[in-house]
């Protein structure tokens, strides 16, 4: 390489430093996915979306809190088969891509180091690595609404604000077809800017994004559930909504467990995590303070929006339902770790306390991403031995994990937490299965039948597995 075409090199890298800088924290975050939680299996809810599009598999009853956005990001590689490596694996690549351009408009903001720095604050976030491969929407939304917010502010400074704009309307869309009224709280400080200084551009194409979610979740309402008063209703009715202060619960949740809730010990407020969290609202504010942008306090009100939603009117706590907040606040975040940097003693203080955040992290997630491998790894062992038990298509599984199993064998599933029902009479689901006469069995790892009905029905021993002796229930011959 001659001295002109290495200088240009050179000049090439330093005024795209940025972005490689991005690009690097993106590939990384795809590697470590690669190598931790790629072989994680299924949990409750990706068993219930992938289903509705795997291969093979019966399509899991579909409830109303639910959306289809997942099912579209899925569809590429589950249509093709069901394999939950080939899904991670798949999801793995989308993921960070899907962080690299999220965070992407935030560069051409002038954003500087902000923008690469948020996306490693984000991506380092042991849920953020948990769930970047999961069948689950909040991930996809974190990312949506990052690059939604982004470009609508940069439509602003636009003299030809088109691609922009086509943009805020896709990143919107794609979040309110995977959770409708998350991408409206996210939305509802976009929409309110908008409307005060009058600024019909971004407010029209926010808008016109928020429409394609929720006019999907409409059709789908007066279809399936009874119109969209009813669908509303049930889905409060299953995820506890209401005037609530959850703030305890998710200051508990912070290094898991994956749900506080059905009686689930969330334990104490771990204070290693509690101090990264404190730290949030400061470093926000500093970062507010020295940036000076109208992008910076954007991302800063969409992301305190969400975060209100969740902490105000659903009465549980799930660490997921934050990483969209988390993925937005990590802008202004970054840009108060940067003004620390101006001096040395910021510097220092602020290199210590991003050590210190990203030890804290990766020790919560071989932790808790040990325990969910552990917890999901019976799913596997259990679906073999069903095979070797004779069980074989079509078939119906009801119980524990009966949807993860059901998902592996190819059967239909109904999946129960502690009621199993049938106390008066059979549950109506497997009465349905026997009536089309399909192999039924019932899953549980009590040693006792859980429920007056199964009293009748023969117990088959399928082994200790996971320290847990499991027994699939078969109804008396007819």
């Known amino acids: 390489m001659d001295e002109v075409t290495a200088g240009r090199a050179r000049a090439w890298i330093g005024a795209h430093r940025a972005h490689l800088a991005l690009a690097l924290v993106a590939g990384g975050y795809t590697a470590l996915q690669l190598a931790l939680t790629v072989r994680i299996g299924l949990g409750w809810d990706e068993s219930v979306y992938l289903s509705q599009v795997a291969r093979g598999v019966p399509a899991a009853e579909y409830t109303a809190p639910r959306a289809r956005g997942v099912q579209l990001l899925a569809a590429p590689i589950a249509v093709l088969t069901p394999s939950v490596t080939a899904i991670r694996v798949y999801l793995s690549l989308l993921s960070g891509l899907a962080l690299f351009l999220a965070y992407l408009p935030w560069l051409r903001l002038r954003t500087g180091v902000v923008a690469p720095l948020a996306a490693a604050l984000f991506a380092g976030l042991w849920l953020s690595l948990l769930y970047a491969n999961a069948a689950m929407p909040n991930m996809w939304v974190a990312y949506s609404g990052v690059a939604g917010v982004g470009l609508a502010c940069l439509a602003e400074t636009r003299p030809q604000p088109r691609a922009a704009t086509a943009g805020v309307v896709a990143a919107f869309a794609l979040a309110s077809l995977l959770r409708p009224m998350d991408a409206?709280?996210?939305?509802?400080?976009?929409?309110?800017?908008?409307?005060?200084?009058?600024?019909?551009?971004?407010?029209?194409?926010?808008?016109?994004?928020?429409?394609?979610?929720?006019?999907?979740?409409?059709?789908?309402?007066?279809?399936?559930?009874?119109?969209?008063?009813?669908?509303?209703?049930?889905?409060?009715?299953?995820n506890a909504t209401g005037l609530h202060f959850s703030l305890p619960d998710h200051l508990r949740a912070l290094n898991g467990p994956l749900l506080c809730r059905f009686g689930t010990d969330c334990g104490g407020v771990p204070l290693t995590q509690a101090a990264w969290f404190a730290a949030v609202p400061v470093l926000a504010a500093l970062g507010v303070a020295a940036a000076r942008r109208r992008a910076v306090v954007a991302a800063l009100?969409?992301?305190?929006?969400?975060?209100?939603?969740?902490?105000?009117?659903?009465?549980?706590?799930?660490?997921r339902f934050l990483l969209p907040a988390y993925a937005l606040l990590a802008l202004p975040v970054a840009a108060g770790v940067t003004r620390l940097c101006r001096r040395r003693a910021g510097a220092v203080l602020a290199f210590i306390g991003l050590l210190g955040y990203f030890a804290v992290?990766?020790?919560?997630?071989?932790?808790?991403?040990?325990?969910?491998?552990?917890?999901?790894?019976?799913?596997?062992?259990?679906?073999?031995?069903?095979?070797?038990?004779?069980?074989?298509?079509?078939?119906?599984?009801?119980?524990?994990?009966?949807?993860?199993?059901?998902?592996?064998?190819?059967?239909?599933?109904?999946?129960?937490?502690?009621?199993?029902?049938?106390?008066?009479?059979?549950?109506?689901?497997?009465?349905?299965?026997?009536?089309?006469?399909?192999?039924?069995?019932?899953?549980?790892?009590?040693?006792?039948?859980?429920?007056?009905?199964?009293?009748?029905?023969?117990?088959?021993?399928?082994?200790?597995?996971?320290?847990?002796?499991?027994?699939?229930?078969?109804?008396?011959?007819?």
Do not use: N
Not at 206 to 216: F, H, K, P
Not at 301 to 319: I, M, R
Not at 438 to 463: H, N, S
């Open 361 to 478: 992290q990766v020790r919560t997630l071989v932790v808790e991403g040990g325990d969910v491998y552990a917890a999901r790894a019976a799913a596997p062992a259990v679906a073999a031995r069903l095979k070797r038990a004779g069980m074989r298509p079509p078939c119906f599984l009801y119980g524990r994990d009966a949807l993860q199993i059901g998902y592996l064998t190819g059967c239909a599933a109904h999946g129960v937490y502690r009621h199993y029902g049938g106390t008066v009479s059979v549950p109506s689901s497997i009465t349905a299965a026997l009536g089309r006469r399909e192999w039924v069995g019932v899953l549980t790892t009590t040693q006792r039948p859980p429920a007056p009905f199964l009293t009748t029905w023969t117990p088959l021993d399928l082994g200790l597995v996971k320290g847990k002796r499991w027994r699939v229930y078969v109804p008396p011959p007819t």
């Open 301 to 319: 009100a969409c992301g305190l929006s969400l975060a209100v939603s969740y902490l105000f009117t659903v009465g549980y706590a799930a660490p």
């Open 184 to 238: 409206t709280w996210l939305a509802l400080p976009l929409l309110a800017y908008g409307i005060a200084r009058r600024r019909p551009r971004p407010l029209l194409a926010t808008a016109a994004g928020l429409a394609i979610g929720w006019g999907e979740w409409l059709a789908e309402a007066l279809w399936t559930f009874g119109g969209p008063l009813a669908r509303l209703h049930a889905a409060g009715a299953e």
